[in-house]
């Protein structure tokens, strides 16, 4: 009776309730359905709860959270609802951590625990309904599973419902993967808010702002404040900051909000304050959505929040601070008016928001798809195109993510398994960490899994790994528990049992190396704190660093920094020793050329990447033809095309064909750009390099010859036809074309061997006027055309005037265009 006056009672209060027969009788009828409600309105707890109690669904109902805190906060709430603990009818399950029972059926999971449950089972022979909340904030793992999901609907089990959730809602991309899907909309229960602008001053400091604004607000306002901050870093220090401010003031509390906290810490920050007390609670944007803070009241956003980009050209995720989407700042700003009317104050200027994006651009399309397409190559698409995403990732990444899968020894070339790939599938662990657990060897596979551990759990003031490594080892690390569970719970899912006493410190950096082999990093000289990478890309430690004086290092993790370098924020010392017997070193003989000595040296080099551990002098002699013609070749590409020996007539080639692309482009001319050239120089000059044993010898090559080769007797016809190397004018003489690339042809020639002619010149099939440089008998410019028949008409009657006198000795006709055309003077012409 009690549990039926309570249902009542939030049917009454939360605006999902209003549309909840419409739900229902959707979801009797149709196997998809996208519900928009604003945060509060109770699709995250209310319709959960109800879909529980119908009794026309009697399998399991699965609801996928983004955030690990929301979802046992959701679950926490709903089973307390049914006045039963959490892991009976209601339970939750996260990474590491879980409550089920073999009576749950409503179990609200997270992202990459409902990967793993569609790749256990595809049919998900079990599951009734599938429900996705807070779909708006477009998680790569909630892209991934809504595509996964899609699939087993279409393919596996026609019976089960899948239910889509957002607070705003992306109709058109949804529409593209769901257009079948009856769309439900509730309005929510918003109360109204008072925006207010309060932008930082010039020079003005972030946090002594925000300690402003909280008093100010504490002073003049009732209830409690939510504080949005970019980091964990700037929480701690308005933390410190704030409790000093408000030590003696009672009944306020300042509580932090963030990932990294415990769920008991978590959960003091949101439970209601006790009677007379208020709270400031300082979180990042885990409390934007889901989360339901008692007592708030005032909403002090900083506008800004720490989001990851991954930079495809360095295979580094840079997390950088950044203002927040229009959408989000109006989602902070609606936990403000959940229960009364509210204030939100800006630390931001109004024309900042409305010069900031209106979403934030979804994870799939700024992240490393390594992850991803591991799971996809599981489930049996290796093209992630295929995938029925709202938005497709590009090109570029979708082959880095290969790549980089190639390399760790998780795909094979041809983008299939290999049992190191199938292993980090079933650990449920990133591909990096995965690599290092399934390729360490059996000796090293305690150290790995609290180097594993370590990295998930870094100390931020410490860049050695391999210190942390030994702090835990000696059971003195400040994060010794939590890492604890985890590497026990890594090691049961490994099937280990794990010994403290088998943790190698000084193998924490080979450890590393499997996970991180494009991030092993050089020292460039014998002192300082540079280092070139395996990648290619520079990086440095910083001077007072433990790893300083170490020539080479495992490299975990990168800071991009504006600069070419990075800085190294987390690594460990490896030998050379330990390099030559774990890696493969790809070993040829290299040519290159020396600035410092002028000339063409060679080399045997042993490399890892980039890095050049080994090398071996070679003499010229000794030099087999093609490695000298490939270094020539890079000679080329590092000083340009300027160094070959260009005739005239080889340029003319050049900017006759680059001509012709742009103004025939339906032909299928050759790339002679300079980028075109040096990017093919295998193509069309490395078979003319076979007798050439130095860059001396280059110049004597004849690039005409070379180029005509190049282009073939088709082209070379065509060319001649369509773009001639030089035009017969009236007075029967041949006058060469010149072409230059951007602009028209241009051809000099005297005045008076144009007579007769009414028209200007074209090329290109008549698509392209010639410019006509018309010449006084003196060879000097008179004017410049691409009209004749006008110049005739109009300007030549000046030149007439003033040229007329000056060259008597030369014709001047009033009709010129109709007189006869002549290189000669009068006398000549009688």
């Known amino acids: 009776m009690a ?21 229902t009788a959707s979801l009797t009828l149709n196997s998809q359905l996208i519900i928009q409600a604003p945060p509060g309105a109770g699709k995250s707890t209310f319709l959960p709860l109800q879909l529980l109690l119908d009794p026309q669904w009697q399998g399991k109902i699965i609801m996928l959270e983004p955030r690990r805190l929301a979802a046992k906060s959701i679950a926490t709430f709903i089973a307390k609802q049914l006045g039963e603990p959490v892991g009976r009818r209601v339970g939750y399950r996260i990474r590491g951590e879980s409550k089920t029972s073999a009576s749950t059926r409503l179990e609200i ?12 089972d595809p049919e998900l022979s079990d599951v009734e309904l599938l429900l996705f909340d807070e779909f708006h904030e477009r998680s790569i793992h909630a892209d991934l599973g809504l595509a996964l999901a899609l699939e087993v609907q279409q393919v596996f089990n026609e019976q089960l419902k899948i239910i889509v959730m957002s607070a705003t809602l992306d109709q058109a991309g949804l529409h593209s993967i769901m257009p079948d899907a009856v769309i439900h909309t509730s309005q929510g229960r918003g109360y109204p808010i008072e925006q207010r602008y309060a932008p930082l001053k010039p020079n003005q400091n972030l946090i002594a702002h925000i300690c402003q604004q909280s008093i100010k607000a504490i002073n003049e306002e009732a209830g409690s404040i939510l504080v949005f901050l970019p980091s ?84 580094i995720t840079r997390l950088e601070q950044k203002w927040i989407s229009q959408s989000s700042a109006i989602q902070r700003a609606g936990r403000a008016g959940r229960t009364e009317p509210g204030i939100c104050v800006r630390l931001f200027s109004e024309s900042q928001f409305n010069q900031n994006p209106s979403h934030t651009t979804p994870e799939i399309l700024r992240s490393d798809l390594a992850p991803l397409m591991l799971e996809a190559v599981q489930w049996g698409s290796s093209d992630l195109t295929a995938l029925q995403c709202v938005d497709q990732p590009s090109p570029a990444a979708i082959s880095a993510a290969s790549d980089l899968l190639q390399r760790l020894t998780l795909l094979t070339s041809d983008l299939t398994l290999t049992q190191q790939g199938r292993r980090t599938l079933q650990l449920g662990v990133e591909p990096r960490l995965g690599a290092m657990l399934s390729r360490a060897p059996d000796a090293l596979f305690d150290t790995a899994l609290v180097t594993a ?105 990168l800071q991009k920094g504006r600069q070419s370098a990075s800085r190294i924020l987390a690594a460990a010392s490896i030998s050379l020793s330990e390099l030559e017997t774990y890696h493969r070193l790809e070993e040829e003989d290299v040519v290159q050329w020396s600035d410092e000595k002028q000339a063409m040296l060679a080399e045997h080099q042993a490399r890892i990447g980039q890095l050049v551990i080994k090398r071996k002098p070679i003499s010229p002699s000794e030099i087999p033809p093609q490695v000298l013609a490939k270094g020539l070749l890079d000679y080329i590409v590092k000083k340009g095309l300027q160094i070959l020996p260009w005739s005239k007539d080889s340029e003319a080639l050049r900017s006759r064909v680059n001509c012709a692309m742009a103004w025939l482009p339906e032909k299928e001319w050759p790339d002679w750009s300079e980028q075109g050239l040096l990017n ?75 007579f007769g002619e009414p028209q200007s010149p074209t090329v290109a099939q008549g698509r392209v006027k010639v410019t006509l440089e018309l010449l006084s008998p003196a060879q000097r410019p008179l004017q410049v055309t691409q009209d004749l028949a006008g110049f005739w008409s109009g300007a030549y009657k000046e030149v007439q005037k003033e040229m007329k006198g000056r060259y008597p000795k030369h014709p001047w006709p009033d009709d010129p265009a109709s007189h006869q055309a002549t290189s000669k003077t009068k006398r000549h012409l009688k």
Not at 281 to 304: F, K
Not at 306 to 311: P, T, Y
Not at 478 to 501: D, M, N, T, Y
Not at 717 to 723: A, D, F, R
Request: glycine share 6%; aromatic share 4%; proline share 4%.
């Open 453 to 557: 551990a370590v990295l998930e759990e870094p100390m931020r003031n410490s860049d050695d790994i391999a210190f942390q490594v030994a702090l835990f080892a000696q059971r003195k690390h400040p994060k010794q528990g939590v890492l604890k569970r985890r590497v026990e719970s890594l090691a049961a899912r490994c099937h280990r049992k794990f010994s403290v006493a088998s943790i190698q410190t000084d193998q924490v950096g080979v450890c590393l190396s499997f996970a991180y082999p494009d991030r092993l990093g050089q020292r460039r000289s014998l002192s300082g704190n540079q280092y070139q990478l395996a990648s290619g890309h520079g990086a440095f430690v910083d001077e007072n660093s433990r790893l300083s004086s170490d020539e080479y290092l495992a490299v975990a993790n």
């Open 680 to 754: 093919n120089l295998e193509s069309w000059l490395l078979p003319y390099l076979d007798n050439v044993r130095s860059v001396k010898a280059l110049q004597r090559l004849n690039m005409l010859d070379i180029l005509n080769a190049e282009l073939g007797w088709p082209l070379n016809q065509e060319i001649n036809t369509l773009l001639p190397k030089a035009l017969k004018v009236p007075s029967g003489s041949t006058k060469t074309i010149h072409y230059s690339e951007g602009q028209n042809p241009k051809l000099s020639v005297k005045l008076q061997e144009m």
């Open 109 to 120: 999971v997270t992202e990459g625990v409902l990967t793993r449950m569609i790749q256990s």
């Open 3 to 23: 549990q039926a006056l309570l249902l009542t009672q939030a049917l009454s209060n939360l605006p999902i309730g209003a549309i909840l027969e419409d739900i």
């Open 232 to 315: 964990v870093g700037l929480i701690n220090a308005c933390l410190e900051s704030l409790s000093n401010e408000l030590s003696q003031v009672n009944g306020v509390k300042v509580l932090p909000l963030h990932g990294g906290l415990d769920f008991a810490a978590q959960q003091q920050a949101i439970q209601p304050c006790n009677k007379g007390e208020r709270k400031v609670v300082l979180t990042t944007n885990i409390a934007e959505t889901s989360l339901t803070i008692e007592g708030v009241r005032i909403v002090i956003d900083s506008g800004l929040e720490n989001r990851a980009s991954f930079d495809l050209s360095s295979g």
